[in-house]
């Protein structure tokens, strides 16, 4: 994990009142917001508003051919629900599902694009998950300020999706 020049404070929501259940992480001073759904609690995730819009997101769960490995699929939408709702069906490995979404609304597809690229190629160099994407995502060219708040987006990304217990990036 990236060290931070400065100290953190972050909230937790229990969206159901529950540790195992659906979970909130916000950073404070920052645009983003990172859920963490248990798949038996997607379909009851569709009244989270947030969730309709831009996204990226992680699939966690267990190697089907090797029980003792981690496994996650990573990937980007213009409808995260929508396209959570499909892995239901399509994907049969993950338990859990980390969706990283923008407060403002304010991430386009070259930005998911951008972020999809960066969170695999990092999930790679961490070598502590198996990915289960078919082919590897291409990086949208973006603008130099854009790759700015990208970086700097990705970066509180990544230290909230560690804080909910998911390592997919530290080293």
């Known amino acids: 994990m990236e060290k931070s ?21 916000e950073l404070s001073n920052w645009i983003g917001k990172v859920y963490k759904l248990p798949r038996t609690m997607i379909a009851p995730s569709e009244d989270r508003i947030d969730l309709a819009g831009t996204g990226v997101y992680l699939l966690f769960g267990k190697d089907p051919d090797d029980d003792s490995r981690d496994m996650v699929y990573i990937g980007e939408s213009e ?4 396209r959570l709702r499909s892995h239901l069906d399509g994907k ?7 969706v990283i979404i923008s407060k403002d609304d304010n991430l386009n597809k070259a930005h998911l694009k ?5 969170m695999y190629d990092r999930a790679s160099e961490a070598k502590r998950y198996q990915i ?6 291409t990086c949208s060219a973006i603008s130099e300020p854009d790759v700015a708040e990208m970086e700097e987006f990705f970066s509180n990304m990544v230290l909230l999706v560690s804080t909910l217990g998911f390592k997919v990036f530290d080293k």
């Open 5 to 25: 020049l400065f100290p953190k404070s972050i909230r937790l929501f229990l969206i159901d009142g529950m540790p195992n259940g659906r979970v909130f992480a």
């Open 79 to 82: 409808e995260v629900y929508k």
């Open 92 to 98: 049969e490995f993950w338990n859990y599902a980390v």
């Open 114 to 118: 951008y972020l999809e690229s960066k």
């Open 132 to 137: 289960n994407n078919i082919n590897s995502p």
